[in-house]
């Protein structure tokens, strides 16, 4: 397996000024205007957040190696889960992409000198942080016991537990992610360089895109959701209790509307990532890039039509169910025209097997996986049986993780040399993207099975024969456990140590990698003007080493 | 990839010629005014969502419980509920006046009509506290206090409550908000910030507002004129 | 208030993508008139709901209500809020709200309409 990196053997100089060297202070971070800066913040919290919602699965997979109540109580037991959900979902998922790549790539692919609202930008991760403050203020006081769903009325007039504080560290994270994508839309509608039409964009950019659409379009009705449900939890006046007359379906719906298009949020700044990944390590332009720009859009606004597939058993009319499960199908189409036009960009491509392709190709497995196990959760009878069992947590984590956190790594190591302007070292992370993706697999197959054979989510007991299956889980949390330290350690290392990555390591096209590497403080000094299409790896197939790089390099030097 | 680094070909090049109000990410004002606006509309947009997980509550539970809606409804003061409307939509016009004095530089006008707005975002606040004490007095304030003696089923009649003051609380949050910008305002139209060219913050403010009165808009029959009125 | 006589709005037009820029023209600035008459307008509708909420219509008082409520809201983003005169990417973006609350209100109803084993709500 031949990989780019090792093909480029010019040696490189760090650019002598850029974003990292403009200044040191504490107070050149916290109070930063840069769009790139921004995304670093992003970054190390939600590596944070990511440490903790690990532990707590780490809790969760330990107590499941055994049959019986070892470790933790039915009640820890709850906490364990619930707190895992809300970290991972609101503190790491949602802003992972879009937050730290989002924010410190999107501008620079589009040629502008930052995004269009750069104060804006920096209270939303102050949002965020604040509501993170609630979130670990939730754990330190016990924690949550609600499940991420927090479904009423257990949440609003049952559970013992800091369910306003949790409530609160979400509502607050909602409002920066609803910034993030205000900012994010004006962004690309506003700030895009000269001859960057809309159908010159990046992929990612597209990704980005529709991705704001959900946040700023879904997250307002969570919103109001949580604070209905505290209100609720605080007065006792009946909005979801059945006991005084209200209606818990209700919740759902509120909850599902946006919480259906947010695991969208998810997902589709994953597949920008995996776009880009898959035609740079090609070298073939993208194949049928309309359909993916527009699919992203579809997946986008069909994701607003669907949430009743949460609520097949809830009691909900049938009528609207089979509507829900019809469209629910529908949505499947757009992510497989994803799948299709990836396949046909490697198809006859110049593939090279460098780290971020390894995890884009691990994404188009996985993701497929998860998507189609999502249709046949989409058919309302098979959902009776299905639902709240571990088929349908293996149904998210292949998603969930096996796509969008996949897609992160990729993106991680797609553009960590743009960031840091170092290569890690290239056998360890070949190493940790197959760990990873075996690890993976060895968690969450083995409860497809113990999923369909009946065992439900959220008990921290069951019958022993499912222990074979569970112990397979449990050692696979293990290896990805291990396998998730591994890139922390060496992109850590590669920061002082890591050869120097020049501006373009991958060669790849896009106005991130004229820029020297990290880039300037100031990302082009004056506006760029586009004149070529996207992905315009025609040239390069022929011509690897070429001389068109050097000269930009002597241009940035 | 051969894309050129030149400046792109516009207007003023000169970057000692950029107004101190423009802000660097942005190549002129134009582009600065557009986003402003869209990043507003935007916005409203969130708000728009947000309002929208109220509505649709109080839509199903009136629809689920009628009667006790309009026993609700019907104790609650159209007048001062009228008079709010009124106020409300006075104040708009001011605000649009606000917005056209400062697109024609008239500075005088612009904190005349400001001033106006604001006097009547506060007479709008000061029926609504009158509005709420009255509640409170009579006990309908949702909660473990809440006493319906009346005709009807209390525990609903309670939700009716439930809802109208979360969703005329968060109204009037907004107004309150609205309230500290317009003073905002003034202290910067007061210290000459704004130009002809330069008066987004006053116009995407305008935005906000005239939103808020929507919301009153559909609040007003949807609260207060439940189930007819008797006269 | 510094006055700009006329500054270059078309001089520098076009160069962002195709990003709206080509069919700007300058703010739109209301008469005065225009401003007065939907001002008169929303006073007027605003005392026809109150009368028509005392006329006795059945089921229809709600409509009617809604109705009049939703032609005020249009007078005021159309004009008060310019929207008439706006960029086309502003009128997507009003649009847009409209289309996804009315997705939010229609299809949670949809359910609770089809509910067979419950009885058909009470009222409006
Ligand atoms: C191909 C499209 C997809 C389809 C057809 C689909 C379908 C479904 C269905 C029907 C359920 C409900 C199962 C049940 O609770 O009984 C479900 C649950 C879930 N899906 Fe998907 N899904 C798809 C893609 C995704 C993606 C991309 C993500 C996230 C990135 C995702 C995340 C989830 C989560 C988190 C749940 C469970 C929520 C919970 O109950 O805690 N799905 N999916
Ligand atoms: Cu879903």
């Known amino acids: ?557 | 990839m051969s894309v050129s680094t030149e400046a792109a070909a516009h207007g003023h090049d000169e970057h000692a010629a950029h107004p101190e109000y423009m802000r660097h990410q942005f190549d002129d004002m134009d582009q600065q005014n557009d986003a402003a606006s869209l990043g507003m509309w935007l916005f409203l947009l969130t708000e728009v969502m947000f309002f929208g997980g109220f509505f649709l509550g109080y839509s199903i539970y009136r629809s689920e419980y009628y009667e006790s809606f309009v026993i609700g409804s019907q104790n609650l003061d159209v007048f001062l509920g009228g008079l709010n409307t009124v106020a409300l939509i006075t104040s708009s016009v001011t605000m649009a006046f606000a917005v056209r004095a400062a697109q024609l530089g008239k500075k005088n006008h612009v904190l005349i009509f400001l001033v106006l707005t604001l006097v009547l975002g506060l007479v709008f606040m000061v029926n609504k506290y009158i509005e709420y004490s009255h509640k409170l007095h009579d006990g309908l304030i949702p909660g473990y206090n809440f006493l319906w003696t009346g005709l009807g089923d209390g525990q609903t009649i309670q939700l009716f409550y439930g809802f109208y003051f979360c969703m005329t609380g968060t109204h009037g949050l907004h107004v309150l908000i609205g309230l500290v910008l317009i003073v905002w305002l003034l202290i910067r139209v007061w210290q000459d910030k704004f130009t002809t060219e330069y008066y987004a913050p006053i116009e995407n403010f305008g935005l906000y507002w005239h939103f808020v009165d929507l919301v009153w808009i559909f609040l007003f029959p949807l609260l207060y004129l439940i189930g007819g009125l008797a006269v | ?124």
């Open chain 3, 1 to 124: 208030m510094t006055e700009h006589a006329e500054h270059d709005h078309q001089a520098d037009g076009g160069h962002h993508a195709e990003g709206g820029h080509g069919d700007h023209h300058g703010p739109h600035i209301a008469t005065s008139a225009n401003y007065l008459t939907i001002f008169t307008a929303l006073l007027v509708l605003t005392a026809l709901t109150v009368w028509a909420a005392t006329l006795e219509m059945g089921f229809l008082n709600t409509p009617v209500a809604m109705f009049i409520a939703s032609v005020k809201a249009i007078l005021v983003i159309l004009y008060f809020m310019h929207l008439k005169f706006s960029p086309g990417q502003t009128k997507l973006a009003a649009a847009a709200a409209i289309f996804w609350l009315l997705i939010l209100l229609i299809i949670t109803f949809f359910d609770y309409i089809g509910r067979t084993w419950q009885d058909n709500p009470a009222g409006w």
């Open chain 1, 1 to 557: 397996m031949s990989t780019i990196a090792q093909q480029g053997a010019a040696e490189h100089r760090m650019p002598r000024d850029h974003f990292l060297n403009a200044a040191y202070t504490i107070k050149s971070w916290l109070l930063t205007m840069d769009h790139k800066r921004v995304g670093l913040l992003y970054l190390i919290s939600i590596t944070f957040f990511f440490l903790i919602g690990g532990t707590f699965a780490s809790l969760i997979r330990l107590e499941l190696a055994t049959p019986e109540a070892d470790l933790m109580e039915a009640d820890q037991y709850n906490v364990a889960f619930s707190m895992h959900g809300i970290v991972m979902i609101f503190f790491f998922l949602i802003p992972s992409i879009p937050a730290v790549f989002g924010n410190f790539i999107m501008p620079l692919m589009i040629g502008a000198k930052d995004v269009a609202f750069p104060k804006l930008n920096l209270m939303s991760w102050y949002l965020f942080i604040f509501g993170g403050t609630f979130g670990v203020l939730t754990t330190l006081l016990g924690g949550v016991d609600t499940g991420w769903t927090f479904y009423t009325p257990f949440s609003s007039t049952y559970s013992n537990s800091n369910v306003i504080l949790a409530g609160m560290a979400a509502f607050i994270a909602g409002f920066s992610s609803i910034l993030t994508g205000l900012n994010f839309m004006v962004t690309i509608h506003k700030m895009r360089a000269p001859g960057i039409t809309w159908f010159k964009m990046p992929l990612f950019v597209w990704g980005m895109y529709a991705t704001s659409l959900i946040m700023v379009l879904g997250t307002p009705v969570i919103a109001i959701t949580l604070a209905l449900m505290m209100v609720e939890r605080g007065l006792h006046i009946g909005i979801f209790d059945p006991a005084l007359g209200g209606d818990p379906v209700l919740f759902q719906h509120l909850f599902w509307f946006y919480s259906h298009p947010a695991v969208y949020i998810m997902i589709l700044p994953g597949m920008g990532v995996i776009s880009e990944v898959i035609a740079a390590f090609s070298r073939k332009r993208i194949f049928g890039y309309e359909f993916i720009a527009m699919s992203s859009v579809s997946i986008a606004v069909l994701g607003f039509f669907v949430w009743g597939h949460h609520l097949f058993v809830s009691g909900q009319s049938i009528y609207a169910g089979m509507v829900f499960s019809f469209i629910t199908m529908l949505v499947a189409v757009p992510s497989a025209i994803k799948v299709f036009n990836w396949m046909a960009t490697i198809y006859r491509g110049s593939v090279s097997y460098d780290a971020p392709m390894l995890y884009a190709l691990g994404f188009i497995g996985l993701f497929s996986v998860g998507g189609l196990t999502g249709v046949f959760l989409a058919i309302m009878g098979l959902d009776i049986h299905m639902h709240d069992t571990y088929f349908v947590v293996a149904h998210f984590h292949y998603v969930m993780v096996g796509g969008a956190v996949t897609a992160f790594m990729a993106a991680l190591h797609f553009w960590w040399p743009k960031i840091s302007g170092r290569m890690y070292p290239e056998g360890w992370s070949r190493l940790a993207a197959f760990l990873i993706f075996a690890g993976f697999n060895l968690t969450f197959f083995p409860q497809f099975i113990v999923g369909y054979l009946g065992m439900p989510r959220r008990y921290h007991v069951y019958p022993e024969e499912w222990q074979l299956l569970n112990i397979m889980s449990s050692a696979g949390a293990t290896i990805l456990a291990a396998a998730f330290i591994v890139p922390a350690i060496y992109l850590a290392w590669s920061l002082k140590n890591g050869k120097i990555s020049g501006p373009n390591p991958w060669r790849a096209t896009g106005l991130e990698w004229i820029l020297s590497s990290p880039p300037p403080e100031h990302n082009f000094p004056t506006t760029p003007i586009v004149e070529e299409e996207p992905y315009d790896y025609g040239e390069v197939i022929d011509n690897p080493v070429h001389e068109e790089e050097h000269e930009k390099e002597r241009e940035h030097a």
